[in-house]
């Protein structure tokens, strides 16, 4: 490395060499003590310009480019060509402005998502809150007539418990978020958790006349996990299926091993979603249009949820579809080691 010092005595050697020159010349003009006085004086002028340019100026450009950060010019950029320590110094600011941009961008991102967050959940609560007080004050108002008070009570109650649904998932998703959710690790068998639950779903999918097939190998599929939170996710998954694929429509539940790891899918012959759509599909709220004005009811948080448990279990989450044509949605996780009993 080029150290500084290394630079400054090269300057004070050439200044004194310069003093040793001059002094030579004008010796016998001058006589010795005058030349030398002012050779001297001519090398420190020297010198001391070079050691300006070389320390002061730079130091200088230094401060200047950080009161633009202080600012707030985040983009500033200090570059300098020496390797010296001023030019390390300087190359250690511009490190951390790096580091700064970056920590401002996701801050930004975050307050961002933070706002779409309450403007998301604000109108999600006011939508049926409005309902319900609007049912009720038209049932307060009405003349007596019990049949038709009694369908806007259905309504209200049918609207409360939509957001009793939509407070208990924000609340769960908070705490995922937040890693507050308590998870009871064991060893589960995927297959056998895959096949209670589409058990369950079996009645429903007659009732929509959707063929139902479970597919699922020999092999346990064991994995380490929360048994009831995967659970979840799977009966959100089929849930899902069952909203958006019609009548006549197919929905596969499939169990599988790949390298080292357990797969689950729900493949299902759908409405499908947008490659538009697609990136955004697991974020909190998010609905397709399509599906918001067929009013298929969901508070837009089930997918959000489904990825947060999967990735508590170190696991991936997985969609594959293209409108109009199904959607397959399925989770990975790593298989818990085979215990060897000999
Ligand atoms: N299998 C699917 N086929 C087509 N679109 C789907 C499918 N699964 C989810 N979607 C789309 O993704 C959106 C978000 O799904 P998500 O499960 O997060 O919410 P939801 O079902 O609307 O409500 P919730 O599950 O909270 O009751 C859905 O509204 C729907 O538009
Ligand atoms: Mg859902």
Redesign the pocket.
């Known amino acids: 490395m080029r150290s500084l010092w290394v630079v400054i005595l090269a300057v004070l050697s050439a200044a004194a060499a310069v003093a040793v020159v001059l002094h030579l010349s004008l010796d016998e003009s001058l006589g010795h003590e005058r030349a030398a006085i002012l050779s001297g004086v001519v090398g420190c002028v020297l010198a001391a310009g070079t050691l300006h340019r070389l320390i002061v100026v730079r130091i200088r450009r230094l401060v200047r480019g950080l009161d633009e950060v202080a600012g707030g010019d985040l983009s500033t950029r200090l570059s300098s060509r020496w390797d010296d320590e001023i030019g390390l110094l300087t190359t250690n600011i511009d490190e951390l402005l790096l580091t700064l941009r970056e920590n401002f961008e996701e801050l930004r991102t975050h307050d961002e998502l933070r706002r779409r967050m309450v403007a998301n959940v604000s109108h999600e609560l006011r939508t049926p809150l409005t309902s319900i007080q609007g049912y009720l004050e038209t049932a307060l108002a009405g003349d007596g007539d019990w049949e038709e008070e009694r369908k806007k009570l259905e309504v209200c109650h049918r609207e409360t418990k939509r957001l009793a649904r939509l407070v208990k998932?924000l609340f769960q998703l908070s705490k995922l978020d937040t890693d507050q959710l308590e998870f009871h690790f064991e060893t589960v068998s995927l297959v056998e958790l895959a096949d209670q639950v589409g058990l369950a779903f079996e009645q429903r999918f007659a009732d929509k006349r959707i063929d139902f097939v479970t597919d699922l190998p020999d092999d346990r599929l064991d994995v380490i996990a929360d048994g009831n939170r995967l659970g979840q996710v799977i009966t959100?998954l089929l849930?899902?299926?069952a909203?958006?694929t019609p009548e006549g429509g197919s929905i596969r539940l499939r169990c599988r091993r790949t390298e080292g790891q357990a797969v689950c899918e729900v493949i299902?012959t759908?409405?499908?979603?947008s490659a538009r759509d697609l990136p955004h599909?697991f974020d909190s709220f998010?609905?397709?249009e399509k599906?918001r004005t067929r009013n298929l009811?969901?508070?837009?948080?089930?997918?959000?949820i489904c990825k947060a448990i999967v990735e508590t279990h170190q696991g991936q989450m997985e969609v594959e579809?293209q409108e109009g044509d199904g959607?397959t949605?399925r989770f990975l996780l790593d298989l818990a080691p085979e215990i060897d009993l000999d």
């Open positions: 998932d959100n849930g899902n299926a909203v958006f299902d759908g409405i499908g979603i599909i998010f609905h397709l599906s009811g969901g508070t837009g948080l089930g997918l959000a579809s959607a949605f």
